[in-house]
């Protein structure tokens, strides 16, 4: 694992934030992309709020969190500045729909159609609609979550009955591994699932984009057609608490 360095003022977030940028454009420059392609999430789980400041003077104005009740607080405490966005990222269990229903504006980690019918039905209570992607368990782990990526055609086709749910693509969690091969291949595994899926889809559903690729691996993900990469510890810095406290073998 990497050590990232600690940005606590909005001069070391901006100094974290170009060279992740500079890192994503190379990345795209090896992959004959356009870096207009790649969306930058920062992940901000365990970053307080005054480093959370600091970030948003930095530029910084979307956030992931994996932990739905750290993002609704952060969200209320930081609810005096215009323009934020907030992603969920991680697993979800039913009895927190209400939550993100009430403050994100997207959330990654969708993976059961009783969730699906959850999240549906507070959002249609609520008058909103919530942009989601699908989770794909990529590296057939056990300890991860989301679909094997055999039964994702068949839930995509089950989707367009929850019309509050906006359907924008797919996620994954690579194998956490200095593999580098190992970690390609999953990435790969989602962009192919991607363009086969692509021509049989419901006209409600878009798998366009693909949520890949964390701070240890995102210029791997770039390569193979990410369009979202998910980046905590290369912007806000290595974190004190174990990964596992957010989702299984993980690294964001």
Partial sequence: ?????????????????????????????????EVSQVRLLPVSKTVDETRMRAAI??????????????????????ADVDGLSWSVIGHLQTNKARD??????????LDSLRLAETLDRRLQAAGRGLDVFVQVNTS??????????????????????????????????????PDAAAVRACFVRLRELRDRLRDDLPEQVSVDELSMGMSGDFELAIEEGATVVRVGQAIF??????????WPADGV
């Fill in 1 to 33: 694992m990497s050590d990232y360095r600690t940005a606590a003022t909005a001069a070391e977030f901006a100094a974290n934030l170009a060279q992740v940028n500079s890192r994503i454009a190379a990345a795209c420059t090896r992959a004959g992309r």
């Fill in 57 to 78: 003077a930095a530029g910084m104005r979307s956030f992931g969190e994996n932990k739905v009740q750290e993002a609704k607080a952060k969200s209320a405490a930081l």
């Fill in 100 to 109: 993100v229903v009430a403050f994100a504006d997207e959330f990654q980690a």
């Fill in 140 to 177: 057939a782990e056990q300890s991860k979550y989301g679909l094997p990526v055999a039964e994702v055609p068949g839930f995509l086709a089950a989707l367009p009955q929850f019309t509050g749910l906006r359907v924008r693509g797919l996620m994954t969690l690579a194998v956490f591994s």
């Fill in 237 to 246: 810095g290595s974190r004190p608490t174990p990964d596992s406290l957010y």
